[in-house]
């Protein structure tokens, strides 16, 4: 995953979730769960380029654009 993070993605190392006005917390962080990160914050053009150069060398679809 540091293809990632080279790229622009944003591990999450750390996480707390709070239900309502609790004082209690649920917490999460990768270093308990012996992981790199718990997952990774992607921007969204990065995902939409991605995409765009996986359906884009597909043969069987076309692209029709339509602008107004």
Do not use: C, W
Not at 26 to 39: H, I, N, V
Request: aromatic share 10%.
């Amino acid at each position: 995953m540091a293809a990632l993070t080279r790229r622009g993605g944003s591990p999450i190392e750390g996480a707390k979730v709070f239900d309502g006005e609790s004082s209690y917390s649920l917490d999460f962080d990768r270093d308990s769960a012996d992981l790199e990160a718990l997952g990774y914050l992607v921007p969204n053009h990065l995902i939409r380029k991605a995409f765009y150069e996986v359906v884009s060398s597909q043969k069987i679809l076309k692209f029709v654009l339509k602008v107004s």
